[in-house]
């Protein structure tokens, strides 16, 4: 059986991981991917309690609802950014400096 400090260790990976990326890249969907790792990591998290709180099931279900809000965030993000790279042809960040009409 995988001890609570275990789950722990390999959310703490998954959020570096992810706040690397957001930090390094240069890229609108390996910033995304990078968020969401961070997602990943808080609701392995919540499960992790949840799991060894015998008597309370908040941690699975509110992790269920952050799945949800997850899947919907990442469908609404890259929207956005398909309608930026139609509008200026790049995806770097760091380039889209002005707003248009």
Same mark, same amino acid.
């Given at each position: 059986? /995988?001890?609570?400090?275990? %789950?722990?260790? @390999? ?8 706040? %690397?990326? #957001?930090?390094? &890249? ?9 968020? !969401? ?5 808080? /609701? $392995? ?19 269920? *609802?952050?799945? @949800?809000?997850? =899947?919907?965030?990442? =469908?609404?993000?890259?929207? /956005? /950014? $398909?309608? @930026?790279?139609?509008? *200026? ?5 760091? &380039? #889209?400096? !002005?707003? &248009?009409?």
């Amino acid at each position: 059986m /995988i001890s609570l400090t275990g %789950y722990m260790v @390999v959310s703490a990976g998954l959020f570096c991981i992810g706040l %690397y990326m #957001i930090v390094s &890249k240069h890229n609108a969907i390996q910033i995304l991917i990078g968020i !969401e790792l961070m997602l990943n990591a808080a /609701i $392995l998290n919540l499960v992790a309690f949840g799991r060894y709180d015998r008597f309370n099931n908040g941690g699975q279900m509110f992790a269920l *609802y952050a799945i @949800v809000l997850a =899947a919907a965030t990442t =469908a609404v993000a890259l929207a /956005i /950014i $398909l309608n @930026v790279y139609r509008q *200026y042809k790049t995806i770097d960040p760091g &380039k #889209i400096d !002005e707003l &248009k009409d």
